[in-house]
């Protein structure tokens, strides 16, 4: 298990995430139109995975990766959350989020998968904030689990993976 922290109080994940050199695990999710979304063969791919997007960070989180994708060349960009694909749509519509893919893990075992669905904590069932980068090749390029659930990502170093 991860450990991060939610307000300060730590929390248990109930995994690991994917380590770096390793293939990133198939998935399946679920977007706003409730089309399947899966990890993209032959594109670089960076997974911004968060707890709901009905909090201010995680939809900070989602704004600044859909200014970041509108840059980026040969690459997808999926937020990830346990939310139901109609808050997505919502929130997306209007914020006008159009440069990447929301995408919702409620019929999903990919908070399992990929080891961030906080065991513990005021958030138990939810994920853990995280940032994984996977190569056109679907080997993990990057990884961050932030230390604390209320913190943004290291957008920065997301990116610096990507070169």
Request: charged content about 15%; glycine content about 10%.
């Amino acid at each position: 298990m991860a450990t991060t922290a939610l307000g300060g109080n730590t929390c248990e994940t109930v995994g690991e995430l994917p380590a770096v050199g390793s293939s990133a695990p198939p998935f399946t999710l679920t977007a706003s139109n409730f089309s399947e979304v899966t990890l993209p063969a032959g594109t670089r791919t960076v997974l911004n995975v968060f707890p709901s997007i009905d909090t201010g960070v995680c939809a900070a989180s989602v704004k600044k990766f859909n200014a970041i994708a509108a840059g980026l060349d040969n690459t997808t960009v999926i937020c990830v959350s346990a939310d139901l694909p109609f808050a997505l749509a919502r929130f997306c519509g209007a914020e006008r989020i159009d440069n990447v893919t929301a995408a919702s893990a409620f019929r999903s075992d990919f908070g399992t998968t990929y080891g961030l669905t906080l065991a513990d904590g005021a958030f138990r069932g939810l994920f853990a904030r995280a940032v994984v980068v996977v190569g056109a090749d679907g080997t993990v390029l990057h990884t961050q689990l932030v230390p604390e659930i209320g913190t943004e990502p290291d957008y920065d170093a997301a990116v610096a993976a990507l070169a």
